[in-house]
């Protein structure tokens, strides 16, 4: 087996690749929330790199690192040309999508269905680790439909480790493919931390990190007695100001303050981007549960609302929004 290099992080603690909410101002904003959590992108597919505006589509602030880029696909020469893409772009960590159960990532025949096709996610490695020297990684769950056992898992991971891959991240449920929505695909399947658990103490030589149903520290220090790192979903985007939390925890200390410092040191960003023509409704939506459990919260987030997707609004409006909070917010 080649012994290819993982992604040193200054935390164990990362945040979920999530379509439609990790694009790059999201990921800026919680850079300022913490210094050392590793960030993914929303997942990029392989064709609409091959196709689409690359530029666009691979943009980030070099503030964000460490950053990976999260891919789906199948076709080895495509994957291969986007971990190229993605290398030459900065991105320190290519991570392959095989835990998506969307229909639209089914039919493309990548996602949570590639659980079933292992000796085609490592023919897909290999293609990559053959253009470029960023680590490869792979997000799975820990089963599928059916096939929901240890011994599933563990082949399908057994399959990966021969290409070199080191690094899963595992989101402890299975995918169900035909029945459930993508969203109920991320709480109705139970939660199985053992089975990602026994998956460490088999093969300790791996890196692997958990993903799925954390929203605290005590259940982060409790995982992290088992696996190598902790990946947060939703509870890091609709509670942003627990990226501090965790920053504190298991970071290097250097968390903002208070929720005014971050806001702070966002306009210089958002004025740039406004600047470039970006629209502040695309950057304040990522915002919106900054203040959430403060007094004022609702206020902030009404005002950003209203306001921020009007023609021309610009960073007045994040000042004015932070007038309606209380001075002790």
Request: net charge negative.
């Amino acid at each position: 087996m080649t012994k290819i290099a993982t992604m040193q992080m200054p935390s164990p603690i990362s945040v979920a690749p999530m379509m439609d909410w990790t694009d790059r101002h999201c990921r800026y904003f919680m850079r300022c929330l913490s210094p050392s959590v590793g960030l993914y992108t929303e997942m990029v597919t392989a064709a609409a790199l091959r196709h689409g505006d690359k530029s666009r589509l691979l943009a980030f602030d070099e503030s964000e690192h460490p950053v990976a880029l999260q891919v789906g696909g199948s076709e080895p020469a495509l994957m291969a040309d986007a971990a190229r893409l993605g290398a030459a772009a900065g991105f320190d960590e290519i991570n392959i999508n095989v835990g998506c159960p969307s229909d639209r990532v089914q039919s493309g025949q990548f996602g949570a269905c590639l659980m079933s096709k292992p000796r085609l996610v490592a023919e897909c490695i290999d293609a990559m680790h053959a253009v470029c020297d960023v680590p490869i990684t792979v997000k799975t769950r820990i089963g599928i439909d059916d096939l929901d056992n240890y011994a599933f898992l563990r082949e399908f991971v057994d399959t990966i480790v021969t290409t070199g891959c080191t690094t899963f991240v595992v989101h402890a449920r299975k995918a169900i493919l035909q029945g459930l929505s993508p969203k109920e695909n991320r709480s109705v399947p139970p939660l199985n931390y053992e089975r990602v658990y026994r998956l460490k103490d088999e093969l300790p030589e791996l890196k692997i990190i958990l993903n799925g149903g954390v929203h605290s520290i005590a259940q982060c220090e409790a995982h992290l007695q088992h696996v190598d790192g902790v990946m947060i979903g939703r509870q890091a985007y609709q509670q942003p100001w627990f990226l501090t939390e965790l920053e504190a925890a298991f970071g290097d200390g250097t968390a903002p303050n208070d929720r005014d410092e971050v806001i702070h040191d966002m306009l210089p960003y958002i004025e740039g981007e406004l600047e470039n023509g970006a629209q502040l409704k695309h950057i304040t939506r990522h915002l919106l549960g900054l203040f959430a459990g403060q007094p004022g919260a609702r206020a902030w987030r009404r005002h950003l609302s209203e306001r921020a997707h009007q023609p021309g609004a610009g960073i007045e409006v994040l000042k004015e929004a932070m007038q309606c909070l209380p001075k002790a917010a």
